[in-house]
């Protein structure tokens, strides 16, 4: 089954705003079926507010090793690792716990326009990690900021404003792939930020809006009203790849699918190592007309416009598909696959 919901949000336990309450509110209201939370450098909530059902939503508790460069979202772990350490080190530790680990913003440009400075990694090379976080909302919403005109239409129609995941994050992605598989997932990383006074104060993505933004999309084998079970089942999908992420603002993208035709067998999905001779085809469908590619090692090699899309079996290699959504004569992206290796 697919359950929807946000991962890398901040409370007033770290930078963000708003109390973990109120951010469990938004999520509910978005009708998310799970939330995980990432303060800087502590697990506090997990302690203090304990992790649960809110309504529908399993709120979770992770951290953000947080030194000036090379942040790592960590969850799962029972003690959020040291930001002095090198971070292979604070990675080693997390991945000791248990915790599954992602490179956070790993090619963030920071913000020109208000010359703040980039949060990227830079600790190359760096090895053990689950995964990368592909598609971070507030990197890309103010790393594009061009001038006053720019920043005014990206504040006034922010999910138009996003550009999709950076270049170098794809090619990264891809990389990794072609010796193990490497899961990607998208970040709201969201704060409540306040820019000017009153009565000229705007929020860049209340929590409320950001709930209905980058979302991850999750095949799980099961999911109920039982924490720790829901939370294995979860995290499980996770660290194999098991999901999709979109921009729920342009459309919301359950029931996307993305498989490989096996010649005997039940299909590959997403997140799994096969052989290149067993799947005969790889299959792609959305619930919305969108342009579909399929990728290869990061080279579309197959592409259409409409709702299905697919690709004969053309050898070894890291498969994932990419969909964009027309607004107006723009072609917007939406939403990002994890792949299937054929080995």
């Not at 490497?182 to 950001?210: C, E, K, M, N, W």
């Amino acid at each position: 089954m697919q359950i929807v919901g946000a991962i890398h949000g901040h409370s007033r336990y770290s930078d963000g705003r708003g109390t973990v309450a109120e951010i469990r509110d938004s999520a509910s209201a978005a009708g998310l079926d799970f939330l995980i939370l990432t303060d800087h450098d502590t697990l506090g909530p997990l302690a203090e507010v304990g992790e649960g059902f809110h309504r529908q939503t399993l709120s979770l508790f992770g951290c953000e090793v947080s030194p000036p460069t090379n942040h790592l979202l960590v969850l799962g772990a029972t003690r959020c690792p040291d930001r002095a350490l090198a971070p292979q080190a604070y990675l080693d530790d997390a991945s000791a716990q248990g915790a599954l680990t992602f490179l956070a913003h790993p090619h963030d440009r920071g913000v020109p326009l208000a010359r703040l400075p980039s949060y990227q990694w830079d600790a190359w090379p760096i090895e053990g990690y689950t995964g990368i976080e592909v598609w971070n909302q507030l990197s890309d919403w103010s790393g594009h900021l061009r001038g006053l005109g720019s920043a005014i239409r990206a504040l006034l129609r922010p999910g138009e404003h996003l550009h999709g995941p950076e270049a170098e994050t794809l090619r990264l992605w891809d990389e990794v792939g072609r010796s193990r598989p490497v899961t990607g997932i998208a970040g709201i990383d969201v704060h409540d930020v306040q820019i000017g006074r009153s009565p000229f104060l705007v929020h860049v993505f209340r929590y409320a809006y950001a709930m209905r933004t980058l979302l991850c999309y999750v095949d799980v084998a099961d999911w109920g009203q039982d924490v720790e079970r829901s939370k294995s089942w979860l995290f499980e999908a996770l660290a194999k790849g098991s999901l999709h992420f979109a921009n729920r603002e342009l459309a919301d993208a359950r029931g996307l699918g993305f498989a490989g035709v096996r010649r005997d067998g039940p299909p590959a999905r997403m997140g799994e190592e096969v052989l290149a001779g067993e799947v005969v085809e790889l299959r792609l469908a959305s619930p919305e007309r969108a342009e579909l590619s399929i990728l290869r090692d990061g080279e579309p090699v197959a592409k259409t416009f409409g709702t299905e899309l697919s690709l004969p079996a053309a050898g070894p290699g890291v498969y994932r598909a990419e969909l964009r959504l027309r607004l107006g004569r723009r072609l917007l992206p939406w939403a990002f696959t994890n792949p299937i290796y054929l080995r």
